[in-house]
């Protein structure tokens, strides 16, 4: 074979083998292609998001409650739990949310600040105040202003929330037993959720006081009862929708919810009564 007619063997052999290449190349791109096709069409849009600050005291109903809230309002819950006043300050500092649920006072003074829309707003209901011990152990005597005094005065730490709902009632109630002073070095205070009940789980405190939903829904810890009428404060919870949200019809939808006959029930279970 002469040199001329070797060379064009190899040319043609070089050529089928590009070809062979390219072609496996496109097939593969294209199988690529009808792959990625095929399961973006089985992958379902994601659901837009509701970001709802919640106060503590109606977190175990929320939580509860979340997957008929989702329906209702087209939704994926993103919330965001603390005591009303820590969310009063993130509002207004101006981090973004859609709607709120939060003690009324708050609410209404977020309201005459324009960071919640006076449109829309509705009372969700109201708790009380009680007191809650690690669970298993003896439930003391709380029934009577006497024998809540004897009980504070034989603990040896006290925890509650500075900031959360109950507090400012809690010392009120320790001024009134005269014990404020005697009691000063027992307190364990942290603004941190849930760890002043998470203190007495664990045994660094023998009582707490907190909403009675707030100790109700708590593992670890045991309900003693709610404080002895004379000391009782009510606390009230109303929910609202950002002034400044982009969409909002499901935020309306959120609060509307609340009043439907499905909430009543988890409600009254978790320490709550429904507002009217």
Do not use: W
């Amino acid at each position: 074979m002469s040199q001329n007619s070797d060379r064009t063997v190899k040319g043609d052999h070089l050529r089928k083998k590009q070809i062979h290449v390219l072609a496996t190349a496109t097939i593969l791109a294209l199988l690529c292609a009808g792959a990625f096709s095929f399961f973006a069409r089985r992958t379902p849009a994601q659901t837009p998001v509701m970001n709802v600050m919640i106060s503590d005291g109606m977190k175990t109903v929320v939580e509860e409650l979340t997957p008929q809230i989702e329906q209702a309002t087209g939704r994926k819950l993103a919330a965001q739990f603390n005591s009303s006043k820590n969310l009063r300050d993130k509002i207004q500092a101006g981090e973004p949310f859609d709607a709120a649920i939060l003690t009324s006072d708050v609410l209404d003074d977020l309201i005459k600040q324009g960071k919640i829309a006076a449109g829309g707003r509705a009372e969700i209901s109201r708790t009380g105040i009680g007191m809650g011990v690690r669970a298993g152990t003896t439930k003391p005597d709380i029934s009577t202003a006497e024998s809540l005094r004897r009980t504070l005065m034989n603990a040896k730490a006290i925890s509650f929330n500075p900031t959360g709902a109950s507090s400012v009632h809690t010392n009120d109630m320790l001024m009134r037993l005269g014990i404020a002073q005697a009691v000063k070095n027992k307190l364990i205070l942290s603004a941190e959720p849930g760890r002043p009940q998470m203190d007495v789980a664990d045994g660094k405190s023998e009582v707490v006081f907190s909403l009675i939903p707030e100790i109700k829904g708590f593992s670890g810890v045991d309900l003693v009862g709610p404080v002895p009428a004379e000391f009782q404060s009510y606390i009230n919870f109303a929910g609202g929708i950002s002034a400044s949200a982009h969409d909002a019809a499901p935020a309306l939808a959120l609060i509307k919810f609340f009043s439907s006959p499905a909430v009543a029930p988890v409600l009254l279970a978790k320490g709550m009564e429904p507002k009217q």
